[in-house]
């Protein structure tokens, strides 16, 4: 019998009249392509009755998923994926673009594309340092994040980042359109975060999380969004999300921390507006301090010109 992994969860307000595979990938993490998949073997349910894809999920509602797992989860599937482009490549480091739908490394659950896959089926040598499935790895972005990340080569370099990352050494800038005006227009947030109590797939401002520091700036202020500039000191899981959240500012498009779906579907957005666009560092070898940037992928910048236009 295939092991599997089985989430029963109510939809969330923010989720009300999206279509069952939109809601699993943006609840769990999947591609809508993987969640299709599940669909059509049976194995998702709402309010116990079968659905197809297209169906409309409605808050409050139960679902629930059955989400086989593979004999070896973790193991690094070699696999070109369409859409990662090399930003900066040396003996110790590799520094990448990462798109959206996406994962860093493989998980639990996860059976989509991975940075890792990626670089392992391109041909470039990571450090074997880390975890089997996360050799190399020193940061992650979530699956549904776009942009700049930086991988490591050699040894050496795993080591010294790893503890650049810990001493919070490295500047990690994301630009997140968020709904609303932000009050100040510039100014921090220092909130522990923690698993959320009744969502094992959400994160939320808890008095027994850890330490999480974000620092926030306006960019540009429009009638409906704010694009601001972000600095974290520390890097939870959906740090930016959950804080932005907490403001009452969520994200454009994060339908999972309360985004108004309406405003998503008017930019045409199918998941968070946030990107990380900058990430600065000493380098391994030579100690000198580099910076790297990435633009706003398509959908992202396309987003942020009707926002701009709007009226």
Not at 45 to 68: C, F, H, N, W
Request: proline residues 5%; glycine residues 10%.
């Amino acid at each position: 019998m295939t092991a599997a992994d089985q989430r029963v969860v109510l939809v969330p307000d923010g989720l009300a009249g999206e279509r069952v595979d939109a809601a699993m990938a943006r609840m769990f993490g999947v591609s809508r392509t993987r969640a299709a998949e599940l669909i059509a073997q049976g194995l998702v349910q709402v309010d116990g009755a079968g659905v197809t894809k297209s169906d409309r999920v409605e808050a409050g509602t139960l679902l629930d998923v059955t989400i086989p797992v593979q004999s070896d989860p973790l193991e690094i599937v070699p696999e070109i994926v369409e859409g990662i482009k090399i930003v900066h490549d040396d003996e110790s480091i590799v520094v990448i673009d990462k798109p959206v739908g996406v994962a860093v490394h493989p998980s639990p659950g996860w059976t989509g594309p991975t940075v890792v896959g990626h670089l392992v089926a391109a041909g470039f040598r990571i450090a074997t340092s880390g975890a089997s499935e996360r050799q190399g790895i020193v940061q992650r972005l979530d699956v549904g994040t776009s942009g700049v990340m930086v991988i490591c080569k050699s040894e050496t370099a795993y080591s010294r980042l790893k503890n650049a990352f810990r001493r919070r050494d490295v500047d990690k800038v994301y630009h997140a359109l968020v709904q609303g005006h932000p009050d100040p227009f510039e100014g921090t947030v220092d909130a522990p975060i923690g698993r959320h109590p009744s969502s094992d797939w959400k994160f939320g401002v808890m008095a027994d999380g850890k330490s999480s520091v974000t620092h926030y700036r306006t960019l540009e202020a429009h009638r409906f969004a704010s694009l601001l500039e972000i600095h974290l000191e520390t890097g939870r899981t959906h740090q930016i999300r959950v804080h932005m959240s907490a403001l009452k500012h969520p994200c454009v498009g994060d339908l999972t921390y309360g985004a108004d779906p309406s405003l998503a579907r008017r930019v045409k957005l199918e998941r968070q507006w946030l990107h990380a666009v900058r990430l600065g560092f000493e380098h391994p070898d030579t100690g000198e301090h580099v910076e790297f940037s990435t633009d706003y992928p398509d959908d992202l910048a396309a987003a942020l010109e009707i926002i701009r236009g709007a009226h």
